[in-house]
């Protein structure tokens, strides 16, 4: 049996938990080793890019399962290489011509 090792070490939940104002809640999925941090209050963007710039130094994950969205469309942005992006643009015009399915997520589409 193999042990899966910690995602948040402690130098990364001590640069969390010093945010002023906010307080984070974690919870994670023990099968697959997904940590899932939420910052709170929900709406306070200072908080929002410092968790953002502690993920992006451990080059981890900014949605594990749940898919990229409305909520992290920013934060893909700003991640994705510039190479990446014409294949996931054309695959997602080819799945979705008109635009119907998830209009405004993930990708602006024209």
């Known amino acids: 049996m193999s ?4 995602v948040v070490s402690p130098d990364v939940a001590t640069q969390l938990i010093n945010l002023p104002g906010s307080f984070y809640v974690s ?3 023990v099968g697959d080793g997904n940590v899932h941090l939420n910052v709170l209050p929900c709406c306070d963007k200072g908080a929002e890019k410092v968790v953002t ?4 130094r451990y080059a981890v994950s900014i949605s594990s399962e749940h898919g ?3 909520l992290k469309k920013t934060d893909l942005d700003a991640r994705l290489p ?9 695959l997602k015009q080819a799945i979705d011509p008109h635009g119907t ?9 024209p």
């Open 53 to 56: 710039a502690v993920l992006a």
């Open 82 to 90: 510039a190479v990446q992006r014409p294949p996931l643009t054309v």
């Open 68 to 70: 990229i969205g409305r």
């Open 27 to 29: 919870d994670s999925a």
């Open 3 to 6: 042990v899966i090792q910690p």
């Open 101 to 109: 399915i998830n209009p405004g997520c993930v990708f602006d589409m």
